[in-house]
Structures are given as structure tokens and as C-alpha cells.
């Protein structure tokens, strides 16, 4: 993926400003506007009302500061990175290598959320094509779905036809485990062979077999990395270069516009680039 630009402003940045009005009634409590400066940044930013701190913030951590945040942390949570950091250079910490982590989870976000909903959407207009627009209930796709246990695909589609019959609004609602099982060997003559080519035109040249087969890797590929950001694990150790490749596919084979677009606009890329154990062998 090329290399991002960064963002501008942060557009959520002025919504939460605070407003005072000229006057103010006297019969107000006086204490609000203290309690107001007591919650606000010490920059007088009231953009953001956290609670002040009067701890000191070096530009790098103490000890006594460390052991804090593993108290709130866990030991057993900073563990992981305490152990990639001890095989590292003197400059990489556990704490450095936490900081990018949580950095590097908050970048995917924008790549996974696209993609997700892309392919999804994908996925869905070709059920429309072979079972028209009210698929969802479609008896013969049904019966195809398999339903061999709780997290299965025709349950998850039972559960949310049982709350609404807007099909828009069950195509946002099933999971993205819904979508993929969608791509295995049970849909190709139903599904993917007549249909693959017309709602996934830019994809490589091939049999739709082969096609399907390896867009329902890239899809778990990128499942196991939301369920890992989601749960707030460790993604240092992944190769997360070849996630982005999965992601990358998988939108151009939709649209290269969209993929264009997101490109211009994700800083995943520039996060990766400085990760602390960039060039580690």
C-alpha cells in the first residue's frame, strides 16, 4: 500500500468546546465554572475535559512510574512485551513497545473497518443477483448455509431476519464470520461462479474457485487481526505488512477507486514504518 498521508485536523476536534455565555445568573451555582477549570487541561484546552494531573511527565519513564502502570496493566499483560524488549536493543522498552502497539491498533482500524464493509457489501450484491433483493429469506440459499453450531452462518442469518426485514439494515447487522463462510467450495456453482466476476471486477484472472478460495483466507486473515485489536492483544509480533497486502486485495477487487482513497488517507502505513522493531530480524 502506498505510503500515507497524514491526516489534517482532527474533525471531531472543535465539536466538544465548551460554551459560556457573556453573563452569567447569579443564581447559578459558583462552584461550576472551579469545577470546570479543575477538569480541563492545564493548557486551558477545554476541548477535552480530563482530570487534571499534577504528576510530573518526564520524557521518559521512571521507574516508580513504570511499576504504577504494570500495577493498572497487569504484570502478566506486560509481560509479553517485556519479553520482546529484553531480546532488543537498549533503547526498545516494554513501555515503548506498548505505546506503538496501541498506536499501531488504532491506525488498522480505518483499513479493517473499510474493508469489512466493502467486501460485505460485495458479498451481498451478489445474493442479490442469483436470490434478488429479500435474499434473507430465500428458502434454497438458506438450506445451503451451514448450521452446524451456534456460531453458524444460518443462525447468525436467523437472528437478525428475527428482528427487522430491512435487508440494508441485515446486511450492517450479520458478522463478519457470516460474510466469510460465504466464500467456501458449498456457494461456487450457486453463487460464486456465475456471479464472482460482476461484483468483484478488478479481481486476478481466474478461476472463480481459486478466487473465492483465497479471498476467504484474506478474510480470515483479517478477522483474526480485528479480534486481536478488539481485545486489546498484541499485534507486534504479526506481520502486519502482509495484513495490509490482505486488506489491499480485497478492496481493489471491488473498487481501486476506493482502495485510492483509502491510501490517501490511512496513516497505518506511517505508524508501521516506525515501529520500534523495525529491522529486527
Keep these: 500500500m502506498a505510503q500515507a498521508l497524514r491526516l489534517g485536523k482532527d474533525p471531531i476536534a472543535g465539536q466538544g468546546q465548551l460554551r459560556q455565555s457573556n453573563s452569567r445568573n447569579s443564581s447559578e451555582p459558583k462552584h461550576r465554572e472551579s469545577v470546570t477549570q479543575a477538569t480541563a487541561f492545564p493548557d486551558g484546552d477545554r476541548r477535552r475535559l480530563w482530570p487534571a494531573s499534577t504528576l510530573p511527565s518526564p520524557p521518559h519513564i521512571t521507574m516508580a512510574a513504570y511499576d504504577a502502570l504494570r500495577r493498572a496493566l497487569s504484570a502478566e499483560?506486560?509481560?509479553?512485551?517485556?519479553?520482546?524488549?529484553?531480546?532488543?536493543?537498549?533503547?526498545?522498552?516494554?513501555?515503548?513497545?506498548?505505546l506503538w502497539n496501541m498506536r499501531m491498533c488504532g491506525a488498522l482500524m480505518m483499513p479493517v473497518h473499510l474493508c469489512e464493509v466493502v467486501i460485505r457489501n460485495a458479498a451481498a450484491s451478489a445474493l442479490a443477483r442469483q436470490h434478488g433483493p429479500r435474499w434473507p429469506w430465500n428458502d434454497a440459499f438458506r438450506r445451503r448455509l451451514p448450521a452446524s453450531s451456534s456460531a453458524s452462518?444460518?443462525?447468525?442469518?436467523?437472528?437478525?431476519?428475527?428482528?427487522?426485514?430491512?435487508?440494508?439494515?441485515?446486511?450492517?447487522?450479520?458478522?463478519?464470520v457470516f460474510w466469510q463462510q460465504?466464500?467456501?467450495?458449498?456457494?461456487?456453482?450457486?453463487?460464486?461462479?456465475?456471479?464472482?466476476?460482476?461484483?468483484?471486477?478488478?479481481?486476478?484472472?481466474?478461476h472463480?474457485?481459486?478466487?473465492?478460495?483465497?479471498?476467504?483466507?484474506?478474510?480470515?486473515?483479517?478477522?483474526?487481526?480485528?479480534?486481536?485489536?478488539?481485545?486489546?492483544?498484541?499485534?507486534?509480533?504479526?506481520?502486519?505488512?502482509?495484513?495490509?497486502?490482505?486488506?489491499?486485495?480485497?478492496?481493489?477487487?471491488r473498487c481501486p477507486h476506493t482502495l485510492a482513497w483509502l491510501q490517501r488517507h490511512e496513516r497505518a502505513t506511517t505508524v508501521l514504518a516506525a515501529s520500534p522493531l523495525a529491522g529486527r530480524p
Excluded: Q
Excluded at 78 to 86: G, H, P
Excluded at 155 to 161: F, G, H, I, Q, S
Excluded at 231 to 249: K, Q, S, W
Design 208 to 253: 472463480p474457485s481459486v478466487i473465492r478460495k483465497a479471498i476467504h483466507a484474506d478474510i480470515g486473515r483479517i478477522r483474526h487481526l480485528r479480534n486481536r485489536i478488539a481485545h486489546h492483544e498484541p499485534i507486534l509480533e504479526r506481520d502486519i505488512g502482509a495484513d495490509l497486502a490482505a486488506i489491499g486485495r480485497l478492496i481493489h477487487a
Design 153 to 176: 452462518a444460518r443462525t447468525a442469518l436467523e437472528l437478525v431476519t428475527g428482528r427487522t426485514t430491512d435487508t440494508p439494515e441485515i446486511v450492517a447487522n450479520l458478522p463478519m
Design 77 to 98: 499483560r506486560l509481560s509479553t512485551y517485556e519479553r520482546i524488549a529484553s531480546a532488543c536493543s537498549p533503547g526498545v522498552t516494554a513501555e515503548s513497545l506498548y
Design 182 to 206: 460465504l466464500f467456501t467450495c458449498r456457494f461456487d456453482a450457486s453463487l460464486w461462479i456465475p456471479a464472482l466476476s460482476g461484483v468483484l471486477r478488478h479481481a486476478p484472472s481466474a
